[in-house]
């Protein structure tokens, strides 16, 4: 069963940069689709960004994209969240999970969730 830790969240003053990381356990990182998802507080969790096994192909839900990347590095079964320019609305706990899409419309983890890390932009 692939384990998942998350890190590199913090504070950070609206504007500012974070980058985050995700360290899978197990060998079938490096075939599977990962993606970010977050989840703002009172809320439910959403899609971030996901790439695919080789890193390809990446997806970005409309509210990022131009400021934040997705990347991994598969000889460390790492997956890397880049986020750039953070607004207030970035306050959430971010998670990573392997990616399932429906025509890379919709986006779903498929594994167990990790405990996330979290982020907290001040305005």
């Known amino acids: 069963q692939v384990q998942l830790v998350e890190s590199g969240g913090g504070l950070v003053q609206a504007g500012g940069s974070l980058k985050l990381s995700c360290v899978a356990s197990?060998?079938?990182?490096?075939?599977?689709?990962m993606g970010w998802f977050r989840q703002p507080p009172g809320k439910e969790r959403e899609f971030v960004a996901a790439t695919t096994w080789s890193g390809s192909r990446s997806d970005y839900t409309d509210s990022v994209k131009g400021r934040f990347t997705i990347s991994r590095d598969n000889d460390k079964n790492t997956l890397y969240l880049q986020m750039n320019n953070l607004k207030a609305d970035g306050t959430a706990i971010y998670f990573c999970n392997e990616v399932g899409t429906r025509d890379f419309h919709t986006f779903y983890g498929m594994g167990d969730w990790g405990k996330g890390t979290l982020v907290a932009v001040s305005s």
């Open positions: 197990g060998d079938t990182f490096s075939k599977a689709s």
